[in-house]
């Protein structure tokens, strides 16, 4: 009896030395799962910002460590914030609230971010981006330190912690324009990442983390590219474009693009002939247009369905409407100024232009497209397209094309632009005369 009550003392010594470890919490996934339920689905940075903070408030609450206030509840010199330190840190819970705290942050700073894309001039929302990227590095490094010094923190929790904290701090010294570090701590997020997606026998785990690793690389290019460690321009962009192409997230790299494309122009003058004048582009976002409308047919080169182009096209002419609303801002101001407005209603009317031929290719992309529909008949398939060919002809090619102002001044471009005129009527023709209306539309 002695010796079995020495070994049971022994094993329940063993047990207390030996602390029995937290689940292992998978930080990026809970992130991801966080951002697409609560706003960033549709980029609404404020819901997912006010989501971080009812959540910070309900796990201070459940965990019995909510924040101090001396008797005056809301009062600043009252208030006293409760650190999660190393001897707190007692609960896997509590790494949400260092992860909350940073990801708060940061929804802040890209609420600035996007508001800054109308205007780039507001230096209080620059600020304010910096600021809260700065804090959210704080955040990010001190729940880093936390989950490493833990004992209670299995080795996968420690890897995602650390290169959560990297992505942060990459992202952060990206918007300072601190290339060289911004550079090294993206190396250092994906490396972990990539490793994380090799040891991982989960495949939903590992399909994230490797997503991941293809989010940072246009980034990390991008870095690589402005600390003059890269390529030209034209060949980055080409390879962001293909990467855009492989399925990784289409609204961050078409971002970088548009950054990518700034970077290019800022410091070169864009020229532009229309109605017979030569007209210097001084606006910095109708030169990113402009720009893209030239980098177009490599991009198009690149896609290997009509949908593709489809998108792309969606995607400039967009960018098109946005620029030809600033410009109509623009004019409107200059007009209360009693300035000459003739060089911005040259530029206008040259990004009207480019909008309209975009839109007529876009319109010949979903004829081609709708050659892929296995749902409807090829006499179907045929009759659409001369009816959408229609369309394409009387609404942009006659009415208004070549009516633009300044447009007769380029004769070669009303020649061209008649014989399509001539060749889409011919063609009209000719079809109805051939091929009778289809059964499919008789119904109706």
């Given at each position: 009896?002695?010796?079995?009550?020495?070994?049971?003392?022994?094993?329940?010594?063993?047990?207390?030395?030996?602390?029995?470890?937290?689940?292992?919490?998978?930080?990026?996934?809970?992130?991801?799962?966080?951002?697409?339920?609560?706003?960033l689905r549709h980029a609404d940075y404020n819901r997912y910002r006010?989501?971080?903070?009812?959540?910070?408030?309900?796990?201070?609450?459940?965990?019995?460590?909510?924040?101090?206030?001396?008797?005056?509840?809301?009062?600043?010199?009252?208030?006293?914030?409760?650190?999660?330190?190393?001897?707190?840190?007692?609960?896997?819970?509590?790494?949400?609230?260092?992860?909350?705290?940073?990801?708060?942050?940061?929804?802040?700073?890209?609420?600035?971010?996007?508001?800054?894309?109308?205007?780039?001039?507001?230096?209080?929302?620059?600020?304010s981006l910096r600021m809260n990227l700065k804090r959210a590095v704080?955040?990010?490094?001190?729940?880093?330190?936390?989950?490493?010094?833990?004992?209670?923190?299995?080795?996968?929790?420690?890897?995602?912690?650390?290169?959560?904290?990297?992505?942060?701090?990459?992202?952060?010294?990206?918007?300072?324009?601190?290339?060289?570090?911004?550079?090294?701590?993206?190396?250092?997020?994906?490396?972990?990442?990539?490793?994380?997606?090799?040891?991982?026998?989960?495949?939903?785990?590992?399909?994230?983390?490797?997503?991941?690793?293809?989010?940072?690389?246009?980034?990390?290019?991008?870095?690589?590219?402005?600390?003059?460690?890269?390529?030209?321009?034209?060949?980055?962009?080409?390879?962001?474009?293909?990467?855009?192409?492989q399925g990784t997230d289409s609204d961050t790299v078409d971002r970088?693009?548009?950054?990518?494309?700034?970077?290019?122009?800022?410091?070169?003058?864009?020229?532009?002939?229309?109605?017979?004048?030569?007209?210097?582009?001084?606006?910095?976002?109708?030169?990113?247009?402009?720009?893209?409308?030239?980098?177009?047919?490599?991009?198009?080169?690149?896609?290997?369905?009509?949908?593709?182009?489809?998108?792309?096209?969606?995607?400039?002419?967009?960018?098109?409407?946005?620029?030809?609303?600033?410009?109509?801002?623009?004019?409107?101001?200059?007009?209360?100024?009693?300035?000459?407005?003739?060089?911005?209603?040259?530029?206008?009317?040259?990004?009207?232009?480019?909008?309209?031929?975009?839109?007529?290719?876009?319109?010949?992309?979903?004829?081609?497209?709708?050659?892929?529909?296995?749902?409807?008949?090829?006499?179907?398939?045929?009759?659409?397209?001369?009816?959408?060919?229609?369309?394409?002809?009387?609404?942009?090619?006659?009415?208004?094309?070549?009516?633009?102002?300044?447009?007769?001044?380029?004769?070669?471009?009303?020649?061209?632009?008649?014989?399509?005129?001539?060749?889409?009527?011919?063609?009209?023709?000719?079809?109805?005369?051939?091929?009778?209306?289809?059964?499919?539309?008789?119904?109706?």
């Open positions: 009896m002695v010796i079995a009550d020495v070994m049971m003392a022994e094993t329940e010594k063993e047990n207390a030395e030996e602390p029995l470890l937290f689940p292992t919490i998978h930080i990026l996934q809970l992130v991801k799962d966080a951002r697409q339920r609560h706003g006010s989501y971080c903070r009812s959540k910070l408030k309900h796990v201070r609450r459940a965990l019995k460590f909510t924040n101090i206030h001396k008797c005056v509840r809301r009062h600043k010199a009252k208030f006293m914030k409760r650190w999660v330190i190393d001897e707190t840190f007692t609960d896997e819970k509590f790494v949400q609230l260092g992860l909350f705290e940073a990801e708060r942050r940061w929804a802040k700073a890209m609420s600035d971010k996007m508001a800054m894309e109308d205007n780039p001039d507001k230096l209080r929302k620059r600020h704080f955040h990010a490094t001190s729940l880093e330190t936390l989950v490493r010094n833990n004992t209670k923190c299995d080795a996968p929790t420690k890897l995602e912690a650390q290169a959560y904290a990297a992505w942060l701090r990459g992202i952060c010294c990206f918007e300072l324009r601190k290339w060289h570090e911004a550079a090294e701590a993206l190396k250092a997020a994906r490396i972990v990442y990539d490793r994380l997606a090799e040891a991982t026998q989960n495949t939903t785990l590992a399909n994230l983390y490797k997503a991941k690793c293809r989010e940072i690389q246009p980034q990390l290019r991008l870095c690589e590219f402005s600390s003059a460690e890269s390529s030209p321009v034209e060949m980055l962009m080409n390879e962001l474009i293909a990467i855009r192409m970088l693009i548009a950054e990518m494309r700034s970077k290019a122009t800022s410091d070169s003058v864009v020229v532009i002939e229309w109605g017979g004048f030569k007209s210097t582009i001084e606006d910095n976002k109708t030169r990113q247009v402009i720009q893209g409308w030239k980098q177009v047919d490599t991009e198009l080169n690149q896609c290997h369905t009509p949908k593709e182009k489809i998108a792309l096209y969606e995607k400039q002419l967009t960018d098109t409407r946005d620029a030809l609303d600033r410009m109509s801002d623009l004019i409107r101001r200059k007009a209360a100024e009693n300035s000459d407005l003739s060089v911005l209603q040259s530029v206008k009317t040259y990004l009207e232009f480019l909008k309209m031929t975009g839109t007529s290719a876009k319109y010949l992309a979903m004829i081609e497209n709708i050659k892929y529909i296995d749902t409807i008949e090829w006499d179907v398939v045929l009759y659409l397209s001369v009816s959408w060919l229609v369309v394409i002809i009387l609404n942009f090619l006659i009415f208004q094309i070549i009516e633009l102002t300044g447009a007769s001044a380029n004769g070669d471009l009303i020649k061209a632009f008649r014989f399509k005129i001539e060749f889409y009527k011919t063609f009209r023709y000719v079809f109805y005369d051939l091929f009778p209306t289809p059964s499919y539309f008789s119904t109706f």
